[in-house]
């Protein structure tokens, strides 16, 4: 069979192929888990945010990080580590100083904005799947040009988590004096994973040594960065990891709160 | 001893096509282009196919196979049910020219408007100096075999074509981020250069372009995110402006990037010449006889010939010569004689201050 060569010129058509995607295998899978998983968490927060008490417990001084700092006049007493300025009205969240930050710090993060561009927003659902719009101007307009502001919620995340050390260590102070007990380990626990998953920020990565041209000149920015890229690898396992220990943090002291269950105390 | 496996492979160019079956053998330990060799030695021998080095280092064999970006020699059919039918078409995102084989010249534009690189002002060739620790973030770049898969599976253009001439694609971000990192690069705007001519906004970082890249640079976490946050040093972060105000350090002061970027073989810039040949000035030939004259007077470049759409015929197919035109141009031969090697600068011709 004898073919005649065709010469390339200008403006010529793609593939005529069918089918919008010839993928094979369950593409479909991790953008529906990421909306089952982002959409429970999203409801648990909302319900447990707007739901006013057994946030705090005395007895042991577990404050949940839902609830930190609690800044409404409808604070429990001891709760509010910082005063009590705000209404109490109940379309004000107790912690409303800090949850919008950590809210637009996790909306804005490079993974989050990965996950939901392709589990809800379907840009592209996945890779080599048509996404579902007819025009794309991606983060170059407003307001998606806003997701370049994450850098400043990274450093009001940085703020935020050093309230909430302050309340996991506040909370192995008890009225009975020194003490801890599940609740603390769970509190502490908690804590460490949040910082894990805000050193690991892109934009941290980047202000850490990520920016410099020269590492040889900043051997201690080197070497940060070098640790901070090693928890960045690991930004997505901490993004879910964090969710599912804010929600179990939250979860625990709202038990032992309404005592559903008593805390195992292991020292006082 | 083999089996027989099923194939669909697209068939067609530009005025249309469709997939056809095909039942081909198959043996242990080959792959996708193992097997399309195989049907163009049996049933399919007109089937078009651009292949080169079969190692997965020459990008040639770029293709979809049961819908994934993939370079075919490197994708093994043990991978794939005994009785599954294996879909193979050619690249969605370019132009078809025949069956398998699409036309990625778009890149080849794009590469030609990305800045190269500017050598530093004060160091002459010779006298580069690097740490390792400096480069190597760059050198994870340049493992980029072009293969043009990331290119391909970008939903920004593969999905909207409205936006090719606005976005150069992942594959030329980690260009300009291999040179933005690189320590002797002089170049001082290429944040602003790819947020506003190459349209670095348009990404959304979803990743696919790390997805299947064959050579597993992390395109998106290495190369596209810390551009956009230099991008954010420069446009959005006061904190970081007030800083180099303060400490007069951090990296250069803003500088500003107009449209007025050239692209083509043809756009030879006042001032840029060859690094290659020998000069038409005979003092300086005097001179560089007697050794290496790194300052000497080169001629301009001769650019490639371009066709009647103002490109490079890069088709051996149709044009003139056995391959494509010289880089160099068509005034330099090689071997260069020894005494024509040689550097200039630049910004030889700007007056010195």
């Keep these: ?268 | 001893m083999g089996t027989k496996r099923q194939f669909r492979i697209w068939r067609g160019d530009e005025s249309g096509g469709d997939l056809q079956d095909y039942a081909v053998e198959v043996n242990e330990g080959e792959v996708v282009l193992d097997v399309i060799h195989r049907l163009q030695a049996t049933d399919a021998p007109d089937l078009a196919c651009r292949w080169n080095c079969k190692a997965g280092k020459c990008g040639s064999c770029s293709m979809e196979i049961n819908g994934k970006p993939r370079l075919s020699c490197m994708t093994r059919m043990s991978t794939f049910e005994d009785d599954e039918t294996v879909t193979v078409t050619p690249l969605r995102t370019f132009p078809v020219i025949r069956d398998l084989v699409t036309d990625v010249s778009f890149n080849y534009e794009k590469a030609r408007e990305t800045p190269a690189f500017a050598p530093p002002a004060d160091v002459a060739p010779g006298e580069y100096r690097m740490q390792q620790v400096d480069v190597e973030r760059s050198q994870e770049f340049r493992k980029c075999i072009e293969c043009y898969l990331c290119q391909n599976v970008c939903h920004v253009i593969r999905d909207h074509e409205e936006n090719k001439p606005a976005f150069s694609g992942p594959r030329f971000f980690i260009r300009a981020a291999e040179l933005d990192m690189h320590p002797l690069d002089a170049k001082t705007d290429r944040k602003e250069y790819a947020q506003s001519e190459m349209g670095l906004g348009f990404c959304n970082i979803t990743k696919c372009c790390t997805e299947v890249c064959p050579e597993h640079i992390k395109i998106t976490d290495n190369g596209i995110i810390p551009m956009k946050e230099r991008v954010v040093d420069r446009r959005y972060d006061p904190l970081v402006w007030l800083g180099s105000k303060i400490f007069r350090r951090g990296q250069v002061p803003q500088t500003s990037v107009t449209s007025e970027h050239h692209s083509g073989a043809g756009s030879a810039q006042s001032g840029v010449h060859s690094h290659a040949g020998g000069s038409h000035d005979a003092r300086s030939e005097a001179q560089a006889q007697k050794g290496v004259n790194w300052h000497r007077q080169v001629p301009h470049p001769t650019a490639p010939p371009l066709d009647a759409n103002g490109k490079l015929p890069l088709t051996e197919l149709t044009f003139d010569k056995a391959a494509a035109p010289s880089p160099f141009g068509d005034d330099v031969t090689f071997p260069l004689p020894p005494e024509h090697l040689n550097f200039a600068h630049p910004q030889q011709d700007q007056p010195k201050h």
């Design chain 1, 1 to 268: 069979m004898t073919s005649t060569a065709t010469r390339p010129r200008g403006t010529r058509a793609r593939a005529a192929i069918a089918a919008k995607t010839l993928r094979t295998d369950r593409w479909w899978f991790a953008p529906l888990i990421t909306v089952v998983g982002l959409s429970a968490w999203v409801i648990y927060a909302t319900v447990r945010v707007f739901m006013h008490k057994w946030y705090w417990v005395e007895e042991f001084h577990y404050l949940t990080p839902f609830y930190s700092p609690c800044v409404t006049d409808r604070c429990v007493e001891n709760s509010a580590h910082i005063g009590t300025f705000l209404p109490g009205w109940w379309i004000i969240p107790d912690a409303a100083l800090t949850l919008p930050f950590l809210l637009l710090f996790r909306l804005t993060c490079y993974y989050y904005r990965k996950a939901y561009y392709r589990s809800f927003w379907l840009t592209p659902p996945a890779c080599a799947v048509p996404d579902g719009h007819q025009a794309y101007s991606g983060e170059t307009r407003f307001p998606l040009l806003g997701q370049n502001l994450h850098r400043y919620f990274f450093y009001a995340a940085a703020i935020i988590s050093i309230i909430n050390t302050y309340d996991a260590i506040y909370a192995f102070h008890s009225p009975k004096g020194f003490g801890f007990g599940l609740g603390n380990l769970i509190l502490l626990a908690n804590v460490v994973m949040l910082w894990a998953y805000t050193i690991s920020c892109h934009s941290c990565r980047h202000i850490i040594g990520g920016r410099l041209k020269h590492f040889s000149k900043h051997p201690l920015r080197y070497r940060a960065w070098t640790f901070v890229s090693w928890l960045n690898v690991r930004h997505m396992q901490l993004a879910w990891i964090t969710l599912g220990t804010l929600a179990l943090t939250d979860f625990y002291v709202m038990a032992v709160a309404a005592h559903w269950f008593d805390d195992l105390r292991f020292i006082n």
